[in-house]
């Protein structure tokens, strides 16, 4: 199994620009998860999906946030307009019904100048 | 919300001593796992506790699930380089699929 996959590995752009992260879970996981890590807040849960139904998205920090899962094998977190603050290591993390622990992604790091 | 208290916030240890990070939480949990960050990767899964006062082990690694199921330890047996990294314990409580993260503690062997 490839595991989570998470693209890009790396994204730098402008204050005001839109910016589109993009998830794989692993296949027959029917959990998946947006992470957020910086140094100050540690990794804050932004929001999850149960068998692609957003459950709890009260960690999304704004309007500007929004995430979808059209289908079992991919999930986006869009940012618009993105900020400097939101400068941060994104992660994506699946869980199977059966598992107790999350897989995750290596991650998103967005830098917004 | 659910907290999650770990202690200590970093260590710097020489190589071949023991580790013990440990985790409080303000409620109780009916999961405890404990995960490893390397540089530049997302966490990677260790050990899972499913049960008040398990003790498991992974190789030199031992963990326990608290008897009062709102607090975790884990300890690292003879440290060597590669245990750098920072290690976060975490909980889910009921049958929530969400994991409530600690703060990690950040890990750094000498030789």
């Known amino acids: 199994d490839a595991g989570v996959i998470q693209s890009p590995r790396h994204e730098v752009t402008e204050m005001g620009q839109e910016v589109t992260l993009r998830c794989k879970p692993i296949s027959g996981h029917n959990s998946l998860f947006w992470y957020r890590q910086t140094m100050m807040r540690g990794l804050e849960l932004l929001i999850y999906?149960?068998?692609?139904?957003?459950?709890?998205d009260s960690g999304m920090p704004e309007d500007r946030f929004s995430a979808k899962m059209p289908n079992a094998s991919f999930s986006t977190l869009k940012i618009q307009p993105s900020e400097p603050r939101d400068s941060a290591v994104y992660f994506c993390a699946s869980s199977g019904s059966a598992d107790y622990g999350y897989t995750f992604g290596s991650g998103t790091r967005l830098t917004v100048v | 919300g659910q907290q999650l208290n770990q202690s200590p916030q970093s260590m710097f240890i020489q190589e071949g001593e023991d580790v013990s990070m440990n985790c409080t939480s303000s409620s109780i949990f009916n999961t405890w796992l404990w995960y490893k960050q390397d540089p530049g990767e997302g966490p990677v899964l260790l050990i899972a506790?499913?049960?008040?006062?398990e003790l498991t082990s992974n190789g030199r690694l031992t963990a326990q699930f608290g008897i009062t199921r709102k607090d975790s330890f884990l300890n690292i047996s003879a440290s060597i380089p590669s245990d750098v990294g920072i290690y976060f314990c975490?909980?889910?409580?009921?049958?929530?699929?969400?994991?409530?993260f600690g703060t990690g503690t950040r890990l750094q062997v000498t030789l």
């Open positions: 975490a909980g889910r409580s009921g049958t929530a699929s969400k994991l409530t």
């Open positions: 999906f149960n068998n692609n139904v957003p459950i709890d």
């Open positions: 506790l499913y049960k008040a006062g």
